[in-house]
């Protein structure tokens, strides 16, 4: 059986993320809100850079963000290995079981050392975040804003023309709140 393999079948999943964001976005925008009381319009992406391992992370990190903050799993399929996809959809489901979605996003990515031995690539980083949860319902923030350090791992395989993220270590270096 062929998955999403094929360029037409990525550009359809991507469309379809598009139209779940847009649809999400109308549904949340019913009344005039102050933007400190919840999250905003998700970012619209642009179509993921699987062509090298180092960007194949970061457009995992992009889309990853997104399906986070849209709590649907579905949208970073493009991006990462189905054993990745796992690990990125129990943490999705663990935050719909607690009524909230993840905002977040990537202030620092520097890259530390790449070593490939195809199939597999693996890239360590460096990484400064920010995020904040908010409601599912209400799409009102639950708190402050949390700012958190990693180092970071990522084994990156080689599969049907393109690199996709296969797993990832990440050790905080500040406290996780």
């Known amino acids: 059986m062929r998955t999403f393999n094929s360029r037409v079948g990525r550009i359809v999943l991507i469309a379809a993320a598009i139209a779940l964001a847009v649809i999400l976005v109308a549904c949340g925008n019913r009344e005039p809100r102050e933007e400190s009381l919840g999250p905003g319009e998700p970012p619209v992406l642009s179509a993921p850079d699987l062509s090298t391992p180092e960007s194949a992370v970061r457009s995992y990190l992009d889309w990853v963000s997104l399906a986070y903050r849209l709590a649907n799993s579905e949208v970073s399929t493009q991006t990462h290995t189905l054993w990745e996809g796992v690990r990125v959809d129990s943490y999705i489901e663990l935050n719909r079981q607690q009524g909230r979605g993840i905002e977040q996003y990537i202030d620092v990515f520097e890259k530390r050392s790449e070593a490939t031995a195809e199939p597999t690539a693996t890239i360590s980083a460096y990484e400064e975040w920010r995020y904040r949860y908010f409601s599912l ?8 804003e949390y700012r958190i350090t990693y180092d970071t791992t990522y084994t990156v395989v080689f599969e049907d023309g393109r690199w996709l993220v296969d797993s990832v270590e990440a050790n905080a270096l500040t406290p996780v709140e």
């Open 137 to 144: 319902d209400a799409l009102e923030y639950l708190g402050p």
